[in-house]
């Protein structure tokens, strides 16, 4: 009688075993890398939220990225085996590297959300867009008014000019360190700053939204020296107004918080750094203020025009198993059609949303004046994504960080001339 109750229990116990979900077991691993080190902390938030309402699978989300070198990382990865389920890639140059790995997701739930997806040469959508971006020269609204300055005014170069010059000679009486924050250091992983973002000015400025023509020239190694001498000269003038410890050594922190300080009038950033504000307003006791975008006007041309696009898009690897792809794709729907998703996106994160069934309005000053000029109009897309990958940190970032130190605009003209000309052979 014993053995028989004994033989029940054990065959009890191994059906039992055999009952338990395999996802109970071990659950999907899902390692997700990106580069966006301000969403870091949201992200993980949102990541173990996800966890806890899907027990089957485990998101793993990491971080590398405020300068450092994604790229490198992400190829380091592959070449060690631990290529991830999702990671991130910059316009056509990631593409192009990354292609073999990145998996068609044309027939997602959220790909028929949105309009910002990635497409590959043949029209599949392969990228999931991260928010929608945006950028310009921001600046605080609050000291313009003081120094008796109507953003709206700052249209042209010459408007600019001018308002710089007059701030610039009311710094003790506005209390302003400088008048605009603004930073080029390679080494505090800033050359995004400009070598990108700025430089996206030159690439698109003053054109229809979707003419790439001049940057499609400059990838041929032709370079129209007027525009980029009147480009430089605009980079000059911002880098001369600068307060030039930052400039030159600065890294994320240290160009942001002298604007949220006050203690520099304008600022060379996008609307990412909206959730930063409001943390360091909150922890250092900080005043807050009105702020917005003027266009970067570095020709007589009058425009408004600001710069926005996806910045990057998700991608999932197209090599990852047939269950971490399931569960890649199932997260990034969550992430783009849940409320959760949104709240995380919009509320959190501080990011402008991508998909179209999101209907919470960004909070940021930032972000909120991008929603307000994409209702506008005319405005810029973004191109440095299309350079070769490395191209805009490893050649572009030295070059802008040298005129940082010289602005000499010939030698400028010229470096960036020939470093165009060398990808074109």
Do not use: C
Not at 273 to 280: N, R, W
């Amino acid at each position: 009688m014993r053995k028989l109750v004994s033989l029940v229990l054990s065959l009890a116990m191994l059906l039992s075993l055999t009952l338990v979900p395999a996802s109970a077991q071990e659950p999907v691993v899902v390692e997700f890398f990106q580069l966006k080190v301000e969403i870091d902390s949201h992200l993980q938030e949102f990541t173990k939220l996800y966890n806890e309402t899907h027990p089957g699978v485990q998101v793993v989300a990491s971080t590398l990225g405020g300068g450092a070198d994604y790229g490198g990382a992400l190829k380091a990865k592959l070449t060690a085996g631990q290529m991830p389920t999702i990671f991130q890639f910059e316009g056509k140059g990631g593409y192009d590297l990354w292609k073999d790995y990145i998996l068609d997701m044309t027939d997602t739930d959220w790909a028929k959300d949105t309009d910002l997806a990635y497409f590959d040469p043949d029209g599949k959508t392969v990228g999931f867009p991260v928010a929608m971006e945006g950028f310009g020269l921001g600046y605080n609204a609050d000291i313009l008014e003081k120094a008796e300055i109507d953003p709206d005014t700052l249209t042209t170069f010459s408007a600019v000019k001018a308002a710089f010059e007059k701030i610039d000679g009311m710094k003790a009486e506005l209390g302003l360190d400088s008048v605009v924050s603004v930073s080029t250091s390679v080494a505090g992983g800033m050359w995004w700053v400009t070598s990108q973002h700025v430089f996206n000015a030159f690439y698109a400025g003053y054109l229809d939204y979707n003419d790439a023509s001049v940057h499609e020239a400059l990838l041929r190694g032709e370079v129209d020296q007027e525009r980029l001498t009147a480009f430089a000269n605009y980079l000059k003038l911002l880098f001369d107004y600068s307060d030039q410890e930052v400039l030159l050594n600065g890294d994320y922190n240290a160009q942001v918080v002298p604007f949220v300080a006050q203690k520099a009038a304008f600022i060379t950033q996008g609307n990412w750094i909206d959730p930063d504000v409001k943390k360091f307003v909150e922890e250092q006791n900080y005043t807050p203020f009105k702020m917005g975008y003027v266009s970067h006007n570095f020709m007589e041309e009058e425009t408004h025009g600001l710069f926005m696009a996806p910045p990057s898009w998700y991608a999932v690897n197209s090599q990852a198993t047939p269950e971490q792809q399931a569960a890649a794709i199932e997260f990034l729907n969550y992430m783009a059609l849940s409320e959760d998703g949104a709240n995380y996106m919009v509320n959190n994160a501080g990011m402008v949303p991508a998909f179209k069934s999101v209907s919470i309005q960004p909070t940021g000053q930032l972000s909120a004046a991008l929603v307000e000029a994409s209702a506008r109009g005319g405005n810029f897309n973004w191109y440095f994504g299309q350079n070769p990958d490395g191209f805009n940190q490893g050649t572009l970032g030295p070059i802008f960080e040298l005129f940082g130190l010289d602005r000499d605009v010939e030698a400028f003209v010229n470096d960036v001339t020939a470093a165009f000309e060398a990808i074109a052979k």
